[in-house]
């Protein structure tokens, strides 16, 4: 099985900062990477698929980079709404498998 | 509009049963496959199941394997996870959520329900 690492595990940051949360896979996933927003009682939201494709809707400030077991979800210039908790999600094989989350809160 | 709602939730014993369900809306049910997805309280996210659209590829996570079974009613547009067995480690939010169509050269998940909540407890 695939295990997924986030790192760090949470982050204080300020509006306008740059922020970058790393994934690791335990093995080569290609770019089955995905990366996911949760705001606290609320479905995740899919922001990034295919390790860099923005999902439809999502702002710009969002992009995602990374192959085969190193990722990178970064945020260019961080928002009120923005602070919630990021999940990583590898999709290259069953079962599927998610980081531990990394929560970004208000500096 | 892509709508997923779950049902079935509750509070159940150790040991116990339960049925959750997910019906689909605003798209072709029977052309995508689903996924079950669950959240402990105050924990991360935890895939549990899959199953393609015609109901041939199913797999599990090794949590729930041989105590939960994941089917579908195409023609219901439903979704159901059946859990058996059920141990105070499943109390978590169950959420359903939609896979792109067959042929897709990747997995995500766009399209999450709302999720059902799950607690086993005496």
């Known amino acids: 099985d695939i295990q997924m690492t986030q790192s760090p595990s949470s982050l204080s940051a300020s509006v306008g900062d740059r922020v970058t949360i790393s994934c690791r896979a335990s093995?080569?996933?290609?770019?089955?990477l995905n990366w996911y927003q949760q705001e606290p009682g609320k479905a995740p939201k899919l922001l990034i698929y295919a390790a860099s494709s923005l999902q439809h809707g999502v702002p710009s400030r969002f992009s995602g980079s990374g192959s085969a077991t190193d990722f990178t979800l970064s945020i260019s210039s961080l928002q009120p709404e923005d602070f919630a908790t990021y999940y990583c999600?590898?999709?290259?094989?069953?079962?599927?498998?998610f980081g531990q989350g990394t929560k970004l809160d208000i500096k | 509009e892509v709508q997923l709602v779950e049902s079935g939730g509750g509070l159940v014993q150790p040991g116990g049963s339960l049925r959750l369900s997910c019906v689909g809306s605003?798209?072709?049910?029977?052309?995508?496959?689903m996924s079950w997805v669950r959240q402990a309280p105050g924990k991360g996210l935890e895939w549990i199941s899959y199953?393609?659209?015609?109901?041939?590829?199913?797999y599990y996570a090794d949590s729930v394997k041989g105590r939960f079974t994941i089917s579908r009613d195409n023609a219901k547009n439903s979704l159901g996870l059946q859990m058996n067995s059920l141990r105070a480690e499943d109390t978590a939010v169950y959420y359903c959520?939609?896979?792109?169509?067959?042929?897709?050269?990747?997995?995500?998940?766009?399209?999450w329900g709302q999720g059902t909540l799950v607690a086993v407890s005496p």
């Open positions: 093995q080569t996933i290609k770019t089955h």
């Open positions: 199953i393609s659209g015609n109901s041939i590829s199913i």
């Open positions: 605003g798209f072709t049910f029977s052309s995508y496959p």
């Open positions: 999600q590898q999709t290259y094989s069953f079962p599927y498998s």
């Open positions: 959520t939609r896979d792109p169509p067959r042929g897709y050269t990747y997995s995500y998940f766009a399209h």
